[in-house]
């Protein structure tokens, strides 16, 4: 009995089946699926597994002959012959929004990379019919689809829905995890809620010698914020019997609470604040504390250090990379880390 291989040939694309199995199959083999010195199926098996003409399937034989990818054995059948028959592994990459973080993960990720892959990137602006057109838009011919899912509305049963007309051995998911969802080769992630909870635990002897915990997490309906960020600013209150309050931003007017400390999302509310601090002349760490959500090379040394709560945005590219490279499956959570300065 020869061995069943999975390839992707859609009925309705516009690309003839014989190209769809052309490709199916150098990508099969680019990304280790199928492997060097593997017998492949005979034209009449795979006529047969995928109702297709005889015909069909002997063209896109021939033409992975005539490539140099197979070899025909006289009374034996077709075998991989070449390893590596494109130049480069083509990936689709979608994120939700071009931040400086999400940056740092794209080029870490492309750089580890190298040249053996050729990289389409596009944004969708946490739009979710924009991502589903983009996604069926450039169904063919990648070999990976690395995906940040990160929505303003959000309906699971149509995400999964899409996500399977991708094979699920190509979609590599990063920065979310998506409950009830398992429908990915690796998933490299953010665990938003416990993130906060576990760091703020690490930090509450520092943090108790403030009367108040404030939290500025902006409600912004073009690039919305996880909102389990919320959930595990409260679980941690709730939890310590602290006083706590949330508040969307930091106007430029904002007068800052002497006893307070503040975690701030992102960096406009982060000078707004600093700004504040400076004009009430209240000193860092004695009559207000500022706990910053990912960091950067500004926040090491704008006013002398401001502390930080972090994921290693350049580890999550490290890793996407790393299950690409090697073909292996990685689910992880991300490292997330406080770094105490001087401003806690």
Same mark, same amino acid.
């Given at each position: 009995m020869e061995d069943f291989?999975?390839?992707?040939?859609s009925e309705d694309? &516009?690309?003839?089946?014989?190209? %769809?199995?052309? %490709?199916?199959?150098?990508?099969?083999?680019?990304?280790?699926?199928?492997?060097?010195?593997?017998?492949?199926?005979?034209?009449?098996r795979l006529s047969f597994d995928y109702y297709l003409a005889r015909d069909t399937v002997e063209k896109a034989y021939i033409a992975l002959r005539d490539k140099g990818v197979i070899e025909s054995v006289k009374g034996k059948g077709y075998y991989v012959i070449n390893s590596a028959p494109e130049s480069r592994i083509r990936i689709l990459v979608l994120f939700n929004k071009l931040s400086n973080y999400k940056r740092q993960i794209f080029n870490t990720m492309? $750089?580890?990379?190298?040249?053996?892959?050729?990289?389409?990137?596009?944004?969708?602006?946490?739009d979710y019919d924009m991502f589903a057109k983009l996604l069926e838009e450039h169904m063919e011919g990648y070999s990976y689809f690395v995906i940040m899912p990160h929505f303003k509305v959000f309906d699971l049963v149509k995400f999964k829905t899409l996500m399977k007309k991708v094979?699920?051995?190509? *979609?590599?998911? @990063?920065?979310?995890?998506?409950?009830?969802?398992d429908y990915y080769f690796s998933n490299i992630y953010q665990d938003f809620k416990m993130d906060l909870y576990d760091t703020l635990v690490e930090a509450k002897g520092l943090l108790d010698r403030y009367d108040k915990l404030v939290l500025v997490f902006p409600q912004n309906d073009s690039y919305p914020y996880p909102k389990e960020i919320?959930?595990?600013?409260? $679980?941690?209150?709730?939890?310590?019997?602290?006083?706590?309050?949330?508040i969307n931003n930091i106007p430029e007017d904002y007068k800052a609470q002497k006893g307070s400390a503040y975690i701030v999302i992102v960096e406009n509310d982060l000078v707004n604040l600093i700004k504040s601090q400076r004009v009430s002349d209240l000193e860092l760490?004695?009559?207000?504390?500022?706990? &910053?959500?990912?960091?950067?090379?500004?926040?090491?040394? @704008? &006013?002398?250090?401001?502390? *930080?709560?972090?994921?290693?945005?350049r580890k999550m590219g490290e890793l996407a990379a790393k299950s690409i490279n090697e073909n292996e499956p990685i689910?992880?959570?991300?490292e997330f880390t406080f770094i105490r300065r001087n401003s806690l």
């Open positions: 291989i999975t390839l992707e040939i694309s &516009s690309i003839p089946k014989y190209k %769809q199995i052309y %490709q199916s199959i150098i990508n099969k083999i680019e990304t280790g699926h199928i492997k060097y010195g593997q017998k492949l199926p005979s034209i009449n492309a $750089r580890d990379l190298g040249d053996k892959v050729h990289i389409d990137f596009f944004i969708y602006h946490c094979p699920k051995e190509k *979609v590599i998911l @990063l920065d979310n995890h998506i409950e009830g969802f919320i959930l595990g600013f409260r $679980r941690y209150c709730g939890f310590n019997n602290v006083s706590h309050e949330i760490t004695k009559d207000i504390g500022i706990l &910053s959500y990912n960091d950067s090379a500004l926040k090491e040394i @704008l &006013s002398h250090g401001i502390s *930080v709560i972090s994921t290693d945005h689910e992880v959570k991300n």
